[in-house]
């Protein structure tokens, strides 16, 4: 499986910005799909995840801001984020969950995409 993502760059304070992931390859044993994200310096953490069934969850820095969506027609997941803090820039990566894999563990993973959020 592999995974694009896009949809990085600069944002003001307080705007929004989507970032979309596509797959391709062996789809079929995907399950979940999801973001996790790396400020300079910190650990990679976990943003939110949707399964094919469009189960989702987010982590509580980020819910009510951002919301994860999924188009199983284009294997494409996307992040609508909303409402951006300075505290929201880093390296955002996408990932894949194979069948029986837990939701918030990446088996496979997307080259990151920057964002920027600063005035």
């Not at 003001?12 to 970032?19: I, N, Y």
């Not at 999801?34 to 469009?54: E, L, M, N």
């Not at 987010?58 to 199983?72: E, L, M, P």
């Amino acid at each position: 499986v592999q995974l694009q993502a896009s949809g990085g760059g600069l944002v003001q304070p307080g705007g929004s910005l989507r970032l979309s992931c596509a797959a391709s390859g062996s789809i079929f044993t995907i399950n979940a799909m999801g973001w996790y994200r790396q400020a300079p310096g910190k650990q990679r953490d976990f943003v939110a995840t949707i399964t094919s069934a469009g189960s989702t969850d987010y982590a509580y820095a980020v819910k009510g801001r951002f919301t994860i969506s999924r188009d199983n027609a284009k294997n494409t997941v996307y992040l609508q984020m909303s409402s951006l803090k300075p505290e929201d820039t880093a390296v955002y990566y996408c990932y894949a969950a194979r069948q029986g894999s837990s939701w918030h563990m990446g088996d496979y993973w997307g080259q990151g995409t920057l964002v920027t959020v600063s005035s």
